[in-house]
């Protein structure tokens, strides 16, 4: 693709330019071993190194054009420089511009949230498939335009590659787009110069303090994403969550709440929930639906709200969203022959386990027990290790902690701060196995029938990550072949 180099800089922030901007640049990106001849090399800080001293490497690979922060010390002939006030900023609005602005041309919605946005993001695009349009999906599990399957490396798509994928699904005809917009992607501006017609905020809880320092700076990644929008835009909030208002506090958009608890434009009331799904009042009527746990009462209003202010109708929403299952790895059901029931579910911070479990011990018929094997992933929030390791003791009969992704941690010094959190009287009822594979077969052996099994932390993953190696490993197949050895 080609464009002037003037002409894909509107918007950036800019500082100084040494050269001439009516340069042609046929590639853009922010990596130097990605810079081919022709190549806009944008440097930006990161958060393990600075792409400022890679600017040197991306001139020798063939860059013709530099956006930067900081000038080098020595300019090259031949090469445009563009210094900016911020080049992560400055990315997403050339990243857009480079692309044609394809988020101006689709109704696209961004979701945010601590949990529930992979959940809500399916949903919603599974709906509108079923309403009849071609749309896109922007997920943690996978990217999809209509049914062809993108794998995903992020919640989030970095500037490039999002502009790059909205504009394929342009061309593919989509007309709607739903897309999960992580705390990160806000921060580092991976969303910059998107256009939203609307976003949905979900809830705010415990989770990525390593990244965001203080649970205020959290919460003002995502207030930001409602404070960019425009006044052509909705957004809606979950207010049984208390930072829901907040979210509202200074957007310029169309201010829209929904809630089972208080007052709000999307009002739902749970009536029933069970093993096989939930009822709830919504849109003036009593529908039951495929999904199971409160939380997804929560997850599938919001995703009402957003079609009815997309203009779809009511009934007919409705009558498509009762059909629909849950994202891979979000509650899924496995029973083993000798009727233990297995659950994998994704969650990875303490008010996903806590919603969980909770709906796990809300479903128990009997004095089934509960096992638990859950870990926490490596390189990230440690605050949250001995929180969740408490809450699995609270809610569970019995505990087997374990490795999730230790990426470059050491598996057994995760598994230490986990065990800060068990009490001394609920010692008795925790095992630590670090192999994850080895856990769940304990647990399976442990178990007897009618037992409930949660394998909670990695839902859809199939891989577990080990210094830096991305190893096969898959919790619901694992479940599965360890079930098949049991006999009946
Ligand atoms: C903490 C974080 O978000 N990191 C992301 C960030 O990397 P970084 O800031 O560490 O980059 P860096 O390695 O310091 O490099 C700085 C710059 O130098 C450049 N560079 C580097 C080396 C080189 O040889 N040449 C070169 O030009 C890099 O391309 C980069 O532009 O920017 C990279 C490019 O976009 C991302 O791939 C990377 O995601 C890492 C892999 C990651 O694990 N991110 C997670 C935490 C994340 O983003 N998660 C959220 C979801 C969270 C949730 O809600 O659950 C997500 O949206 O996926
Ligand atoms: N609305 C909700 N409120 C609280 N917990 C939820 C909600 N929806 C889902 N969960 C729990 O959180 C887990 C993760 O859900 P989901 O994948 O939809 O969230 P996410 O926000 O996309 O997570 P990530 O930040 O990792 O992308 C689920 O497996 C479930 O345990
Ligand atoms: N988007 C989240 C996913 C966490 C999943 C969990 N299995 C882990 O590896 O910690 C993150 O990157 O923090
Ligand atoms: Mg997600």
Redesign the pocket.
Known sequence: MKALLKDILYKASLVSVKGDTSTEITHIC????AVQPGSLFI?????????HT?IE??ILSGASAIVCEELPGELKENVVYVQVADSAEALGYIASNYYGNPSAKLKLVGVTG?NG?TTTVTLLHKLFRKLGYNAGLLS?VQNQINETIIPS????P?AIQLNKLLAQMLQAGCTHVFM?V????VV?H?VTGITFAGALFTNITH??LD?HKTFDNYIKAKKKFFDDLSSAAFALVNIDDKRGMVMLQNTLAKKQTFALQSMSDFKGKLIANTLQGLQMEIGGKEVWFKLIGNFNAYNLLGVYGVAILLGEDSEEVLTQLSDLYAAAGRFEQIVAPNGVTGIVDYAHTPDALENVLSTIDSLREGNEQVITIVGCGGN?DATKRPVMAEIACKLSDKIILTSDNPRDEDPMAILDQMMAGVKITDRKKVQVIADRKEAIAKAVAMANPKDIILVAGKGHETYQEIKGVKHPFDDKQTLKNIFTMIND
């Open positions: 922010f990596d130097s071993r440097a930006v800080r990161g958060t393990q190194t600075d792409g890679y490497k991306a601590t946005k943690t490396t992020h919640t989030t970095d999960e992580s705390s990160h992607a580092q991976r989770d990525h990244f990230r």
